[in-house]
């Protein structure tokens, strides 16, 4: 599975669509340093904005309200908690499948069991602060 870096005008019109939890040094390590960020009103301080060519979907990772340029926030290498936007739910999945692919089937597991949300969970990839 490929994947690009690319543009924000491409994920206009996406949303969040899921909740994942990894260290900032492992999504460094997976998809290189964040295309994206900071945002105008300081909600988002870095984000990946990443094309599947293959599949045809776009998704990003991004931080919502825990960065550095907002009220208690902290630094970006202490973020655990990021969100996924995309257009609909295999933006999610894609990203789930891609870290598995890099970090090992088992790295990462997928939750449906709240809401609608889809959680991808990568706790044994956090460091422990």
Known sequence: MEFELVDIKNIEGTSFQGDLFINYEKLIEVFGKPNGGPSGDNKIYCEWIIYFPEEKIYSS??????????PKGGPTENIIHWSIGGKDNKSVLIIYEYLKEKLGKYSCNLNTKFSNNIIIDCKSEVKKQ
């Open 61 to 70: 990772i991004y931080n919502w309200k825990n960065g550095p340029n907002y």
